[in-house]
């Protein structure tokens, strides 16, 4: 079946460190892949995604690489902010047919300044 | 700006009532889905619906049922509350094709007491 497993928080960073979030994927076929986030009190925003191996998904300072090989997601940032606190979700959908999307766990991010 | 509402931020259930949880886009889907969010567990998928009177059931839909009887409205029914319930529950929408983004709303804390 379809999964998504990403590395278990919390995370705590100072203002300005480099962050890195691994997500890794099993699915049938070629899934797309994503990365939401949930800021405190909030539903679920879409952060970045990517739909084809080699593909690089950006936004915020964010981004994330479509590695087939060893099929990874991994979510990163050069120099994250206070603001950047909140919960990150790895997901996938597939992309063949009109399939839900499978989340990972989710990691807690916390900046501190 | 695109919307996905739920009608209550927050609820208080006793234990053996029947719940319904609303769920309003104004979007156009085809696709709206329920999740619950708990912690160390991420999003687990309840039920989606494809279209108006479709319904799958998501991974644990067990306790829960869905209706959806216009395009724009599902709403998820806890036939008779047990505290196992008490949850975040999370609605979505998106497009019926290809790897789109879903779009979810600020969530409904749920406490069965």
């Known amino acids: 079946g379809n999964s998504v497993t990403q590395m278990e928080g919390p995370v705590t960073l100072s203002e300005e460190a480099f962050l890195t979030i691994n997500c890794t994927y099993t699915?049938?076929?070629?899934?797309?892949l994503f990365w939401y986030v949930q800021y405190p009190g909030e539903g679920l925003q879409l952060l970045l995604k990517?739909?084809?191996?080699?593909d690089k998904g950006s936004n915020k300072g964010f981004e994330a690489t479509y590695r087939k090989e060893t099929t990874s997601f991994h979510l990163e940032k050069g120099s994250v902010q206070v603001s950047d606190s909140a919960v990150y979700f790895c997901?996938?959908?597939?992309?063949?047919?009109?399939?839900?999307?499978?989340f990972g766990k989710g990691t807690r991010l916390s900046v501190i300044a | 700006d695109v919307k996905v509402t739920q009608s209550s931020r927050y609820l208080v259930k006793r234990t053996g009532e029947k719940v319904f949880l609303e769920c309003v886009q104004d979007?156009?889907?085809?696709?709206m889905f329920w999740y619950r969010q708990d912690p160390g567990l991420g999003l687990r998928l309840i039920y989606f619906?494809?279209?108006?009177?479709?319904?799958e059931k998501g991974d644990i839909p067990e306790g829960y049922s869905v209706s959806r009887e216009k395009k724009e409205r599902f709403s998820l029914i806890l036939e008779s509350a047990s505290t196992n319930q008490t949850s975040m529950y999370l609605c979505?929408?998106?497009?019926?094709?290809?790897?789109?983004?879903?779009?979810f709303g600020q969530g409904t804390r749920l406490t069965v007491v």
């Open positions: 979505a929408s998106s497009l019926a094709r290809g790897s789109t983004e879903a779009f």
């Open positions: 699915a049938t076929g070629y899934p797309s």
């Open positions: 990517a739909t084809k191996a080699d």
């Open positions: 997901a996938l959908m597939r992309n063949s047919g009109n399939t839900p999307l499978v």
């Open positions: 979007m156009d889907h085809e696709n």
């Open positions: 619906s494809y279209d108006v009177k479709m319904k």
